[in-house]
Antibody, heavy 124, light 111 residues
Framework: QVQLQQSGPGLVEPSQTLSLTCAIS??????????WNWIRQSPSRGLEWLGR?????????DSAVSVKGRITINPDTPKNQFSLQLNSMTPEDTAVYYC??????????????WGQGTLVTVSS | EIVLTQSPGTLSLSPGERATLSCRAS???????LAWYQQKPGQAPRLLIY???SRATGIPDRFSGSGSGTDFTLTISRLEPEDFAVYYC????????????FGGGTKVEIK
């Protein structure tokens, strides 16, 4: 059974960069049949997909238009984990951030395993 | 962009009662790529139903999903104390930019 364990700070100052890590157990970040995502949730925006990384003979990543240019998602194969970096943080980025696994093909956005969530507050 | 509208916003019921939650799409998907998630306070969402009617691993059979086209339903046959939570429907598919939409949620609260 896959487990996702998130780590990272809960408080980020405006204009700074958020860095979160998601450690995977029970699966491989390099699996050819799953995708590794970041999703956030806030009262104002609901559940919002941010971006993903996945391996299909080589590494791919893409992101939502709303955060494009600010987001980096990277795999770390030796540690079997993946990370999120979101820069130029503003108070509107305050949310609970989740790392999430999804499948392949038409299950690419079917989210079957979630991390525990990290409440990130953007404030000075 | 397809919009998913969930109703009611809040459902007040007693343990043992039947819960019927609705999810309506602004246009037909053309397929049953509809999922339901349960979220309890302070926890991440948990996948309950996919393919409109298939239960995810470990989900009790009191949870059932139905529907197609634009109208989908999640039914909880007899509410257990642990079922009081927020439920979200979601359209899924192969592209997060084109086939990913979440509904606004229905809260099932104890009456």
């Amino acid at each position: 059974q896959v487990q996702l364990q998130q780590s990272g700070p809960g408080l980020v100052e405006p204009s700074q960069t958020l860095s979160l890590t998601c450690a995977i157990s029970g699966d491989s970040v390099s699996s050819n049949s799953v995708i590794w995502n970041w999703i956030r949730q806030s009262p104002s925006r609901g559940l919002e997909w941010l971006g993903r990384t996945y391996y299909r003979s080589k590494w791919y990543s893409d992101s939502a238009v709303s955060v494009k240019g600010r987001i980096t998602i990277n795999p770390d194969t030796p540690k079997n984990q993946f990370s999120l970096q979101l820069n130029s943080m503003t108070p509107e980025d305050t949310a609970v951030y989740y790392c999430v696994r999804s499948g392949a093909g038409y299950s690419a956005t079917l989210f079957d395993s979630w991390g525990q969530g990290t409440l990130v507050t953007v404030s000075s | 962009e397809i919009v998913l509208t969930q109703s009611p916003g809040t459902l007040s019921l007693s343990p043992g009662e039947r819960a019927t939650l609705s999810c309506r799409a602004s246009q037909s998907f053309g397929s049953s790529y509809l999922a339901w998630y349960q979220q309890k306070p302070g926890q991440a969402p948990r996948l309950l139903i996919y393919g409109a009617s298939s239960r995810a691993t470990g989900i009790p059979d009191r949870f059932s999903g139905s529907g197609s086209g634009t109208d989908f339903t999640l039914t909880i046959s007899r509410l257990e104390p642990e079922d009081f939570a927020v439920y979200y429907c979601q359209r899924y598919g192969n592209s997060p930019r084109e086939t990913l939409t979440f509904g606004g949620g229905t809260k099932v609260e104890i009456k």
